[in-house]
């Protein structure tokens, strides 16, 4: 639910809320390259566990646990990007990098 209201807010703000955000969580979790933010912000708050994170899976207090990682996240990510001299300019590359160091990215 909150993840459609965020997605909502980033719709209203001409998708740049959100601006890096998917990039900036792969780094976070080191994979997911294949996956929405959504299911990257799962991949933080349950590290080692693998999907689908179905809604069976997802009981009351998971989803507490879900909700607060999102909020961290989005917390840290704004800073990250809007807090320091340049952040916003540091997410891409730091995507770029962590891509290039994985296995399947090589010839």
Known sequence: MFT??????DAGSGHT???GFREWLIVQ???????VWEALVLMLAFPGET?????ERMDEERN?????VLF?????FLADRDGRSGGRNMIQPAY???????????P
Not at 29 to 35: A, K, Q
Not at 64 to 68: E, K, P, Q
Request: charged share 15%; aromatic share 12%.
């Open 17 to 19: 809320l959100l601006e």
């Open 51 to 55: 999907g689908p994170f179905s809604s």
């Open 64 to 68: 507490a646990v879900a909700v607060g």
């Open 4 to 9: 459609t209201y965020i997605a909502g807010f």
């Open 29 to 35: 979790v080191n994979g997911g390259n294949n996956l």
């Open 96 to 106: 770029d990098q962590w891509l290039s160091q994985q296995r399947w990215t090589q």
């Open 72 to 76: 961290d996240a989005l917390e840290r």
